[in-house]
């Protein structure tokens, strides 16, 4: 195939190639070494970089001119674009076979202005950081003028961009523009500071600016603010670490993250943007990590590279009712500057790289994120959300790093290629647990007590994954270690449990016991309930007096701790609340549909409507129907929305629970409950078959699959919370796949205890796939009860450790079904080994064991050789990304070489010599099922291959034997190939 025909063939993956990350610098580059090398004139350039055009637009052109070029043309683009993209495989592009030569052209470099052209890569390289000298020395020849300067520095360009745009002017200029520019880069090359980039000195009245900044921060910051400090606690005292990581594809992704790294290199997707999203489910402590960062900044232990701090809360922003510029969203919302603020803004604009903008709960923005408005003036007026999202996108004060906190569901692919890298929040670990308990429970005797509940109520553990259930049940000890036989197993039952703690706290010395607690308080609950439940229907997180009054919310209700006093973001200093936790208003909207006689009898339907959740979420103008009048308004909800309506129907489901009915018995009439719980089960009835009719008929020859949304998740945790095990049969019942996918899902401990609790109820087996989700060994253990229907379990980038392989393998023995397992990408060390030869010893029906990419090494391939030689099943072995080296491959071979079972087997990348590859090849000579062995990217030479060839001589039913990247020359490859067929390079 020639070059011409590569590039048409290739067309697609090619534009992905260059444009998917969203910024034009891969086409950039493309585009600078065909003007170097003479394939581009001047105006086929300036054709493809018309300003303003789509990016795909841009790469479309130049593919369609090369193309038109011919082969030669043809070759040169694909190896600029190897150059560009070394490792193009990641989007599915073969640049094998470019040999085209990228060196510079002399005879084009007679000139200055020629030099620029020929030279155009490597200057734009080393003008990026430092344009604005090469600009001065412009300006004082008199060939620039300001307006050509600012022209270049648009804050809406990247350093590389301003340097291209500063060789554009410059070769405008003319031949004598051209010799400053390389006179300048000469000077810069010999004294050695091209690249480096000083810290300014900062004028005196900015230092300070900064003094005053840190100290507001530090005292916005020092006690903790989530769930409202009502403990008043200091954040030093109670700050405990959650769970970070890197998407599962990242080259840095099985790193431990630290605080700092938030805002470091490791897992950077997209260079040119400056937006880091620190993503987590509500209660998985975004807002209370967010402020410990603020708090090392502000005292000078952490983010030391950035000179100023700017925090900011979407929630308060939603009342910025004015238009404002970027320089009054920072000081009048953060800090105003007692004097010369323009200096000070101006030293912001010139330093950008020293500045760090921190923007908590985007997803509590009443508008969805839009690039539609675009802006990049500093200086210019515009509503609250509309900077927000060009700070974001990089047209607004491009170069300062912006750390953004968001519950997942809020941040679509239109923002995702807007950022730098995303950086997952995902609770406590169970170590976190008993950090955060012994913390907040100064008596070590309490923390014992309640660590001890939590270990013998496994379903709660998994709930204190999330760090705001935590703290629930560290607040409500006292309630917690009297439950007994009835300790908290639902999310509702924690909500209840603080509800029940906040109004005995403030119950009246004769009032009643026993279940009376909840009746006596009514008012309470239905004032708060009434606020809370129009508030989620207006997308309204912060209330005014006026507000309160409306629901007739008193200072008796407000003083029941479950509000707290907002900061308050008008001109006015009226008082403002907000609920404790978003989840805490979503609980109390659940109570009041539950309790009050004045919903809407369609709010429940209306509420669990998921006809539009495919398209637009759960349409917002349906829940907001069954307000008064005056709360409707158009459009459509968010995506936040939307989960803010999902978490409240979790509640209501919870509170319609049988066992929670004989509380609302003086509160709400039994008739009046009992229809409320029919039309929630009707409604998850209803919702689960409109799933089931979804699953399209399998391909002939093919197993039936559903691949499940989240929506089908959070169907379950609503069933799960009823804890009616008719109503989960009932769902089981209609379900008939063979494979049921939730990869992707954020399915941690507590999902997996309501999945389980559904799936054990299926009719037949079933095979779960659990991928790239947060499930970690405590989500392993609440799996169990469903591990009998189960006969494969895919647990791929889990965060499981050999702790939860114990427990899982030891289920799993007693479970006839259980046949498959694959858990690439985890925890697992040798330790785990023993379990797995265990269950290859004693079930002799187990087809296939997967452990791909984790931390076994010679050692765990012996122990696992051990129960090979017991095993007459096994069919697959993937140990792939190990470093079993040659002597776990010699184990592994001397007891598979019998084996009359075994198809496929992969041990890629594990540092498997010659040695190993001529002990496999006996596998090869002797086997009478095996098809497939997959050696690459190990350390075979020669006289490996040699062995492997000698044996496949024997054996005509293997199919290929997977070769590429090992210890041999391209000569030999060649060779051998010719030889047989059947090895693969």
Not at 64 to 75: H, I, P, Q, R, S
């Amino acid at each position: 195939m020639s070059v011409q025909e590569l590039v048409l063939k290739q067309r697609t993956e090619i534009l992905h190639a260059l444009c998917s990350s969203g910024s034009a610098e891969h086409l950039e580059q493309v585009l600078d070494i065909l003007l170097a090398q003479g394939e581009l004139s001047w105006e086929e350039y300036q054709n493809i970089q018309v300003p303003g055009r789509a990016l795909y637009t841009n790469a479309r052109e130049l593919l369609d001119l090369v193309y038109t070029k011919g082969v030669d043309t043809c070759g040169l683009f694909l190896a600029a674009l190897k150059q560009v993209l070394p490792e193009a495989k990641g989007v599915g592009l073969s640049l094998s076979g470019c040999l085209s030569n990228l060196e510079g052209r002399e005879e084009y470099q007679s000139t200055s202005s020629q030099t620029l052209l020929t030279q155009r890569p490597s200057l734009v390289s080393e003008l990026q950081g430092c344009t604005d000298g090469a600009l001065k020395a412009l300006l004082a020849s008199g060939l620039f003028t300001t307006a050509d300067c600012d022209d270049v520095c648009l804050p809406i360009h990247t350093p590389s961009q301003q340097a291209r745009r500063l060789l554009d002017h410059v070769r405008s200029k003319g031949e004598s523009a051209a010799k400053i520019v390389l006179q300048y880069i000469q000077q810069k090359q010999e004294s050695g500071s091209l690249l480096t980039q000083e810290t300014p000195t900062p004028p005196k009245e900015f230092v300070k600016y900064q003094k005053k900044l840190s100290s507001s921060v530090s005292a916005q910051s020092c006690f903790l603010s989530t769930y409202g400090g009502t403990s008043h606690m200091r954040l030093d005292d109670i700050y405990t670490e959650g769970q970070l990581e890197l998407d599962h594809y990242s080259a840095d992704a099985h790193e431990s993250l630290g605080l700092e790294d938030i805002v470091g290199t490791a897992g950077t997707v997209n260079e040119e943007a400056d937006t880091v999203l620190v993503s987590g489910e509500a209660g998985s402590g975004k807002s209370t990590l967010l402020q410990r960062l603020h708090l090392l900044w502000a005292r000078g232990t952490a983010l030391q590279d950035f000179l100023l701090l700017f925090p900011f809360s979407c929630r308060r922003l939603n009342s910025e009712q004015r238009e404002v510029s970027v320089q009054e969203l920072l000081f009048q919302h953060c800090c105003w500057p007692d004097r010369e603020q323009e200096e000070i803004f101006q030293f912001i604009l010139d330093h950008p790289h020293l500045i760090l903008f921190t923007f908590d709960g985007l997803d509590e923005l009443k508008q969805s994120f839009s690039d539609e408005h675009r802006l990049c003036c500093p200086t210019q007026r515009a509503p609250v959300h509309v900077l927000l999202f060009n700070l974001i996108q990089g047209s607004l004060m491009k170069g300062v790093l912006k750390v953004v906190a968001s519950r997942p569901e809020a941040v679509g692919p239109l923002l995702k290629k807007h950022l730098r890298k995303e950086v997952f929040l995902k609770g406590f670990s169970p170590s976190g647990i008993d950090c955060f308990v012994k913390k907040h429970h100064s008596d070590p005797t309490v923390a014992a007590k309640v660590l001890g509940s939590l270990q013998t109520n496994t379903a709660l553990l998994g709930l204190c994954h999330s760090p705001v259930l935590c703290w629930i049940v560290s607040q409500c000890h006292k309630e917690l270690l009297g439950f007994g036989e009835g300790s908290p197993q639902t999310i509702t039952d924690v909500y209840l449990m603080i509800l029940q703690h906040f109004l005995r706290r403030q119950s009246s010395p004769t009032s009643t016991v026993g279940l009376g607690w909840l009746h006596e308080h009514l008012q309470t609950v239905l004032h708060l309930g009434q606020l809370a439940f129009e508030g989620i229907g207006t997308t309204c997180y912060i209330f005014s007096g006026t507000d309160l009054e409306t629901c007739g919310v008193t200072e008796k209700d407000i003083c029941m701790g479950f509000l707290i006093q907002s900061k308050d973001m008008s001109s006015t200093h009226s008082k403002h609340y907000e609920f404790l936790h978003l989840t805490m208003q979503c609980f109390f909207a659940a109570l009041y549909i539950v309790l009050s006689n004045n919903t809407d009898r369609s709010t429940i339907p209306k509420l669990f409507e998921l006809k539009d959740m495919r398209e637009t979420g759960l349409s917002s103008t349906c829940f907001r129907s069954c307000l008064p009048s005056t709360y409707q308004q158009e459009g459509e909800a968010t995506a936040a929305e939307t989960h803010n309506l999902q978490i409240t129907a979790t509640f209501v489901s919870g509170l319609l629970s049988q066992r929670h009915q004989s509380l609302w018995l003086h509160c709400c009439p039994s008739a009046v409950t009992e229809k409320r719980v029919r039309q929630v089960v009707r409604c998850l009835s209803k919702g689960m078959q409109k799933h089931f009719k979804s699953i399209p008929q399998p391909v002939e020859g093919e197993k039936k699959s559903m691949h499940a949304m989240p929506g089908f998740v959070w169907l379950i945790k609503c069933i799960y919370e009823m804890q009616n095990s008719r109503i989960a049969k009932d769902a089981m019942s209609k379900l008939e796949v063979d494979h049921l996918k939730l990869t992707y899902c954020n399915i941690g401990p507590v999902e997996c205890t309501a999945i389980a609790y559904v799936l054990q109820h299926l009719k037949n087996p079933v095979g779960l796939q659990l991928d790239n989700n947060s499930v970690g060994d405590v989500g392993v253990e609440q799996l169990l009860p469903c591990m009998h229907i189960c006969n494969s379990l895919h647990l791929r980038n889990n965060n499981i450790t050999d702790e939860g392989i114990r427990k899982l393998i030891a289920k799993g023995i007693q479970c006839d079904n259980f046949q498959k397992i694959a858990l690439f990408n985890n925890r697992l060390t040798d330790a785990c080994t023993q379990h797995f030869s265990h269950l290859l010893k004693t079930k002799q029906n187990f087809i296939a064991l997967r452990l791909g990419n984790n931390n076994i090494t010679a050692e765990g391939a012996k122990q696992l050789a051990e129960g090979l030689k017991f095993n007459h099943s096994l069919q697959y072995l993937g140990l792939w990304g190990n470093k079993i080296g040659d002597a776990g491959a010699e184990a592994l071979a001397r007891v598979l070489e019998s084996s009359n079972t075994l198809v496929w087997l992969s041990l890629v990348g594990n540092g498997v010599g010659s040695t190993g590859a001529c002990a496999l090849a006996n596998i090869i000579k002797n086997s009478t099922s095996l098809e497939d062995i997959w050696l690459t990217e190990n350390c075979i030479t020669r006289a490996g291959v040699e062995c492997l060839i000698q044996a496949l001589e024997h054996n005509t039913h293997v199919k290929s034997i997977w070769l590429k990247n090992n210890d041999l020359s391209p000569e030999e490859v060649a060779e051998m190939t010719q030889r047989e067929s059947r090895l693969i390079f």
